[in-house]
């Protein structure tokens, strides 16, 4: 059933084992400069977990492309809260906590990682990819994993005090009975149905985002180039007073990585 | 993994419920001590973003006694480790948290918590 909703839309979120051709490009990424950051190991997910939650692809690797492009400003921020929105498999955040671990340059400072997801296997994914990722000198991300919707559960005591937010959100145009039933059933369709602009949740969260943003906090968002970036950035602006910018764009790809923060920093 | 720094972070968020809705009362828990990595600075660094008062009594509670009911001026190592055990270490796995004004139950499972709002609950 999942699949053919999948087809049933214009584009989608590409899942790996039904899109032989991503393959290729996953093996690019995989073997990308080893002066990278390592992709996460996600070996310890099986296809029966993928059955419930989104696997990694092709934009959860521009999204760890983004953030490893801004791994030096984002070592420089001293972060202590980071906030992933929809955690998924959990991929991102231990990506980021690669980055923002303690180092010494970093005074051995590092981040809480919060996470939230509506899909009680996801959260479960995201705690065990937190738990099979080691990284010296710290040895694991130790990730916190809630099952809650959006920062709702966190709204009232994170005001203006996280440093790092990141969302993946379901950003596929879809019928908006589809984003309705996919929020719902709390499982992989809440993944990519995103209503008639693919902008259904996206927009309830981009309500939030300013309250919750420290003074040097930034907002990591995936958008579709059909979910309108420059409509996004002008709402931030005239509504919220935050500043952005599409922070990786490649000419060839569908997706952009829009990097959100306050106006005076 | 519901540790107190996570719990220090959570409050209820149902419909109407503005006031008194934090901390959330741990019910039935099942704990698990972790160790986990002391770091002094990220201690230190963090505790402005505490509530101090609610983690205290929430410690207490799950029959941890060893930090003082007002946040010291002098942070001392002995001090540190203390905080350090009670944020960090202690996992609750199993059990509920409740909220004290409304009473919503959010129940803890295999260390996750679950906020979820059913449709007529949410703000």
């Given at each position: 059933m999942i699949r053919s909703q999948q087809a049933s839309c214009p584009v989608f979120k590409p899942r790996i084992r039904d899109q032989p051709w991503l393959n290729e490009r996953l093996h690019q990424i995989l073997s990308?400069?080893?002066?990278?950051?390592?992709?996460?190991?996600?070996?310890?997910?099986?296809?029966?977990?993928?059955?419930?939650?989104?696997?990694?692809?092709e934009d959860t690797f521009l999204f760890l492309d983004a953030l490893e492009e801004d791994a030096e400003s984002l070592k420089n921020m001293h972060a202590s809260i980071c906030l992933e929105v929809g955690s998924g498999s959990g991929c991102v955040t231990s990506f980021i906590g690669k980055i923002l671990g303690p180092s010494k340059r970093n005074n051995w400072l590092f981040a809480v990682y919060l996470c939230t997801d509506i899909n009680p296997h996801a959260c479960n994914c995201t705690r065990l990819t937190g738990l099979q990722n080691t990284y010296l000198p710290i040895k694991k991300v130790d990730i916190n994993p809630v099952n809650g919707s959006l920062a709702t559960p966190f709204q009232s005591r994170l005001v203006h005090s996280v440093d790092v937010i990141l969302f993946n959100p379901p950003y596929v145009p879809t019928p908006e009975e589809e984003a309705l039933i996919a929020q719902?059933?709390?499982?992989?369709?809440?993944?990519?149905?995103?209503?008639?602009?693919?902008?259904?949740?996206?927009n309830i969260f981009l309500q939030a985002v300013?309250?919750?943003?420290?003074?040097?906090?930034r907002f990591y968002l995936v958008a579709l180039k059909e979910n309108n970036v420059p409509?996004?950035?002008k709402t931030?602006?005239?509504?919220?007073?935050?500043?952005?910018?599409?922070?990786?764009?490649?000419?060839f790809d569908t997706f952009v990585v829009v990097n959100i923060h306050e106006i005076n920093r | 993994?519901?540790?107190?720094?996570?719990?220090?972070?959570?409050?209820?968020?149902?419909?109407?419920?503005?006031?008194?809705?934090?901390?959330?009362?741990?019910?039935?828990?099942?704990?698990?001590?972790?160790?986990?990595?002391?770091?002094?600075?990220?201690?230190?660094?963090?505790?402005?973003?505490i509530e101090w008062k609610a983690l205290v009594e929430t410690a207490i509670q799950l029959g941890d006694t060893s930090l003082p009911l007002e946040q010291p001026e002098m942070l001392d190592e002995e001090?540190?480790?203390?905080?350090?055990?009670?944020?960090?270490?202690?996992?609750?796995?199993?059990?509920?948290?409740?909220?004290?004004?409304?009473?919503h139950v959010y129940p803890i499972s295999n260390g996750i918590p679950n906020m979820l709002l059913a449709e007529h609950e949410i703000g």
């Open positions: 990308r400069n080893p002066a990278m950051i390592p992709t996460p190991d996600l070996s310890h997910l099986t296809t029966k977990d993928y059955d419930h939650v989104y696997e990694p692809a719902t059933s709390k499982d992989i369709g809440g993944a990519w149905a995103g209503g008639w602009d693919g902008m259904r949740v996206t300013e309250g919750l943003l420290s003074e040097k906090g409509q996004i950035l931030m602006k005239d509504v919220h007073n935050l500043t952005g910018k599409a922070s990786l764009h490649r000419p | 993994m519901v540790r107190l720094i996570t719990h220090n972070l959570l409050a209820c968020h149902a419909k109407d419920c503005n006031t008194n809705n934090f901390p959330l009362q741990f019910k039935d828990v099942q704990l698990e001590i972790r160790e986990a990595d002391f770091n002094p600075e990220f201690l230190k660094g963090f505790m402005p973003k001090f540190l480790k203390n905080l350090h055990h009670v944020l960090l270490e202690i996992h609750v796995e199993e059990g509920s948290m409740t909220c004290p004004n409304c009473k």
